[in-house]
């Protein structure tokens, strides 16, 4: 049973403690003005990451089945921060992706000798793209991943797919299938098929997408399943102006940021998963590009002021950095930047800017269009 007590307790402690943080730089939300500003710290933030290749925190251990997981988390934050990756680093992150590739179907595993797996299949694939090297890319079996795809087809969910044999099947596992399809040129109607009209039943009275039928609107399981419907075309299947409600409902009147769910707490992760949701909306509603559908000055301020610590990002004030969230606060933090088409700042002091995030595939935009059109001529 939910504690409401405690969610409401906890609630009231985040907001003033964001409420506290704005008023030391006299920042306004609403009016977007402040008297003192922050900046970005692109030197901490690189730093944090850069660590991370050969000196993991020990709470990390758990994510055993996830290192390519990590390895794009760190190589996401690096390409958004434009810190230079050494050529030692990618040779090694190639090698070790190289290990995680099973030798029976091609795709990749959570780590050596683990189960062929859709997640870090699709993590490795979006990890050798941001390497931005032909040997990086020419590693990836894309025949062998795309049988590896259309044997995670669901056998008794028309539409759905699983994570691994036998494994799970919720929403994730269909974006990951989807966008890697995508990305590797395989997105044909043999891996579509029913695909779309699955997504479509998830779709839930209040607008969002849950992880499957009649399960609660979420913010993850709608940015995978709506990308994945934009992928195929397929868009209309949906109810897009419920769920563009939806998702303007997600942003937190005091602290700026997005919850994942009605009545949930702010996470800074979101700031991808309901950001990378509008520029959907947008295009398939027909919306211009110069307007934003969010406040995205607001949820700038969020993360910058609120979510930062000295190395690296979190989800809400009182918790520590880690990967996860630095990368995602900073792809969401990207996408609210130039989401108008003309890069916007809440602190126009600060070097602030971030290169430019894909909205699809949460990899900067030149590292997709590269990782496209080899495929695509290969």
């Given at each position: 049973?939910?504690?409401?007590?405690?969610?409401?307790?906890?609630?009231k402690?985040?907001?003033?403690?964001?409420?506290?943080?704005?008023?030391?730089?006299?920042?306004?939300?609403?009016?977007?003005?402040?008297k003192?500003?922050v900046?970005?710290?692109?030197?901490?933030?690189?730093?944090?990451?850069k660590?991370?290749?050969t000196?993991?925190p020990?709470?990390?251990?758990t994510?055993n089945?996830?290192?390519?997981?990590?390895?794009?988390?760190?190589?996401?934050?690096?390409?958004?921060?434009?810190?230079?990756?050494t050529?030692e680093?990618?040779?090694?992150v190639i090698?070790?992706?190289?290990?995680?590739?099973?030798?029976?179907?091609?795709?990749f595993?959570?780590?050596?000798?683990q189960?062929?797996?859709?997640?870090?299949?699709?993590?490795?694939?979006?990890?050798?793209?941001?390497?931005?090297?032909?040997?990086?890319?020419?590693?990836?079996?894309?025949?062998?991943?795309?049988?590896?795809?259309?044997?995670?087809?669901?056998e008794s969910?028309p539409g759905?797919?699983?994570?691994?044999?036998?494994?799970?099947?919720?929403?994730r596992?269909?974006y990951?299938?989807?966008?890697?399809?995508?990305?590797?040129?395989?997105l044909?109607?043999?891996?579509?098929?029913?695909?779309?009209?699955?997504?479509?039943?998830?779709?839930?009275?209040?607008?969002?997408?849950?992880?499957?039928?009649?399960?609660?609107?979420?913010?993850?399981?709608?940015?995978?399943g709506?990308?994945?419907?934009?992928?195929?075309?397929?868009?209309?299947?949906?109810?897009?102006?419920?769920?563009?409600?939806?998702?303007?409902?997600?942003q937190?009147?005091?602290?700026?940021?997005?919850?994942?769910?009605?009545?949930?707490?702010?996470?800074?992760?979101?700031?991808?998963?309901?950001?990378?949701?509008?520029?959907?909306?947008?295009?398939?509603?027909?919306?211009?590009?110069?307007?934003s559908?969010?406040?995205?000055?607001?949820?700038?301020?969020?993360i910058?002021?609120?979510c930062?610590s000295?190395?690296?990002?979190?989800?809400?004030?009182?918790?520590?950095?880690?990967?996860?969230?630095?990368?995602?606060?900073?792809?969401?933090?990207?996408l609210a930047?130039?989401?108008?088409?003309?890069?916007?700042?809440?602190?126009?002091?600060s070097?602030?800017?971030?290169?430019?995030?894909?909205?699809?595939?949460?990899?900067?935009?030149?590292?997709?269009?590269?990782?496209?059109?080899?495929?695509?001529?290969?």
């Open positions: 049973m939910t504690d409401y007590g405690k969610s409401s307790t906890e609630q402690r985040i907001e003033q403690e964001v409420e506290r943080l704005f008023a030391i730089l006299g920042l306004n939300i609403q009016t977007k003005t402040y003192n500003y900046i970005l710290d692109f030197e901490g933030h690189g730093y944090f990451c660590q991370g290749f000196k993991l020990r709470a990390v251990s994510l089945s996830g290192q390519p997981w990590l390895l794009f988390w760190l190589l996401h934050t690096l390409e958004l921060l434009q810190e230079p990756i050529q680093t990618k040779l090694a090698e070790y992706l190289k290990a995680c590739k099973c030798p029976k179907t091609g795709a595993c959570g780590g050596p000798y189960l062929p797996h859709l997640a870090p299949t699709y993590a490795a694939v979006s990890a050798l793209m941001i390497l931005d090297m032909e040997e990086a890319l020419k590693i990836i079996d894309v025949e062998g991943i795309k049988n590896f795809i259309i044997s995670m087809k669901h969910i759905a797919f699983r994570m691994h044999h036998q494994g799970e099947s919720d929403m596992a269909i990951c299938a989807i966008s890697v399809a995508s990305i590797l040129g395989i044909d109607k043999e891996v579509t098929k029913d695909t779309p009209e699955f997504i479509a039943r998830c779709q839930t009275y209040e607008g969002g997408l849950g992880g499957e039928p009649f399960s609660e609107a979420h913010g993850g399981f709608t940015y995978c709506l990308a994945s419907l934009y992928l195929m075309g397929k868009t209309h299947l949906v109810d897009l102006e419920a769920m563009l409600e939806w998702c303007v409902s997600r937190m009147e005091k602290e700026g940021g997005f919850n994942g769910r009605t009545n949930k707490l702010v996470d800074s992760c979101y700031s991808f998963w309901i950001g990378g949701c509008f520029p959907v909306l947008k295009e398939t509603l027909g919306i211009p590009t110069k307007y559908l969010y406040d995205n000055l607001a949820l700038q301020a969020y910058l002021v609120a930062q000295p190395m690296g990002l979190f989800d809400k004030p009182g918790s520590s950095p880690d990967y996860y969230h630095t990368a995602y606060s900073l792809g969401g933090l990207s930047q130039h989401c108008t088409g003309t890069p916007q700042f809440v602190f126009k002091e070097a602030l800017e971030l290169e430019n995030n894909h909205f699809l595939f949460n990899v900067t935009s030149e590292k997709v269009k590269k990782a496209v059109n080899f495929f695509k001529n290969k």
